[in-house]
């Protein structure tokens, strides 16, 4: 069955870029019209979606992240990123990405990001 | 956006105990629902999609009703395991959004 990973730094510096890797194993990315999300949940604002991508490359962000964020993938890897500029302490949470069509499922385990100088 | 408010941000239960969370949009999301289980430390896992629809392997015993702008997550009787958090969330329009969980614990 399809299972996602998610990898990248637990600590970015603020004012820096956030940069993660969802590394999708046991289906294609391009496979099955799903999308591709990045959702991160921090204590003070629960679960929040930041995105969705496409195969096609078509995105979808959530207005409050929207002028910060950039999705893309590598079909070739079978991967997909996430970045988040300009990053503050309230960026800090676990990010988790997920496969999405009706909802999301199945998602990662999650990564910790702590933004912190 | 649209508010998903769900209710009661906690319970107090009994295992064999039936329980019900309540989750309302802020407007009509057809049946564009999922309610999610986390167990701590672990990613939420999906119990029950398209409102109603009970996600395979999940048991008999969480179901799920509702359209439009009210919905109900029901588990007919607590069990050990079940004594986590609970997420409704939205997909029907951008940007998607979740409830604020309940937490189900051990009375």
């Known amino acids: 069955q399809v299972q996602l990973q998610e990898s990248g730094p637990g600590l970015v510096k603020p004012s820096q870029t956030l940069s993660l890797t969802c590394t999708v194993s046991?289906?294609?990315?391009?496979?099955?019209?799903?999308?591709w999300s990045w959702i991160r949940q921090s204590s003070g604002k629960g679960l929040e979606w930041i995105g969705n991508?496409?195969?096609?490359?078509?995105?979808y962000y959530n207005p409050s992240l929207k002028s910060r964020v950039t999705m893309s993938l590598d079909t070739s890897k079978n991967q997909f990123f996430l970045n988040l500029t300009s990053v503050t302490a309230a960026d800090s949470a676990v990010y988790y990405c997920?496969?999405?069509?009706?909802?999301?499922?199945?998602w990662g385990q999650g990564i910790l990001v702590t933004v912190s100088s | 956006d649209i508010q998903m408010t769900q209710s009661p941000s906690s319970l107090s239960a009994s295992v064999g105990d039936r329980v019900t969370i309540t989750c309302r949009a802020s407007?009509?999301?057809?049946?564009?629902l999922g309610w999610y289980q986390q167990k701590p430390g672990k990613a939420p896992e999906r119990l029950i999609y398209?409102?109603?629809n009970l996600q395979s392997g999940v048991p008999s015993r969480f179901s799920g009703s509702g359209s439009g702008t009210e919905f109900t997550l029901t588990i007919s009787s607590l069990q050990p395991e079940d004594f986590v958090t609970y997420y409704c969330?939205?997909?029907?329009?951008?940007?998607?959004?979740f409830g604020q969980g309940t937490k189900v614990e051990i009375k």
């Open positions: 997920a496969r999405a069509l009706g909802g999301a499922r199945p």
């Open positions: 046991g289906g294609s990315i391009t496979r099955g019209g799903y999308y």
């Open positions: 991508i496409f195969y096609s490359g078509a995105t």
């Open positions: 407007q009509g999301i057809r049946n564009d």
């Open positions: 398209a409102a109603s």
């Open positions: 969330a939205q997909h029907n329009s951008y940007p998607w959004t």
